[in-house]
């Protein structure tokens, strides 16, 4: 059984999970923006397309009593971390804006959950995952830190 180490943000250590998907220093793997060279800092634009391309992916699973469970979880989360986002742009206090980042945190790590899931049910579908799970880390890791920057 493998130990969580959690970070002093309370996130978890990600070491399993990068192992999980075999990360190396090479990834040479499809990109959910059209490349490296241009990131996405509209947030809102960049989680509306991540949710795009979660519903696409999860139209690709093949479905079974197993994977439409997977399927429903993934496009609810995948989709939530927009959502929450356009929330949290829209919110009346700072206090609001505070709780909304932190469900948009919570719904990225769901999303890279259930992207494991899926992997793990379809391996034919690792590699695709494995570009979405990527950008969902992206994510959180934004999330986090305007979380704990955003002063209450």
């Not at 070491?15 to 793997?29: I, K, L, P």
């Not at 505070?98 to 579908?125: D, G, N, V, Y």
Request: net charge neutral; aromatic share 8%.
């Amino acid at each position: 059984m493998k130990s969580v180490t959690l970070n002093l943000d309370g996130t978890a250590d990600t070491q399993a999970e990068e192992h999980f998907w075999g990360f190396t220093d090479d990834r040479t793997t499809l990109e959910v923006r059209e490349g490296p060279e241009k990131r996405q800092f509209d947030l809102a634009e960049r989680t509306a397309v991540f949710g795009e391309t979660v519903i696409a992916f999860a139209k690709r699973v093949p479905q079974n009593p197993v994977n439409n469970r997977l399927i429903d979880q993934l496009v609810g989360a995948g989709t939530s971390v927009g959502a929450n986002y356009c929330e949290a742009d829209d919110g009346a206090t700072m206090r609001d804006f505070k709780h909304k980042i932190c469900l948009c945190r919570k719904e990225a790590r769901e999303t890279k959950f259930f992207l494991r899931m899926i992997a793990k049910a379809e391996p034919s579908l690792k590699a695709e995952a494995r570009v979405l799970w990527q950008e969902a880390k992206e994510l959180h890791l934004i999330f986090s830190a305007i979380w704990r920057k955003s002063v209450v």
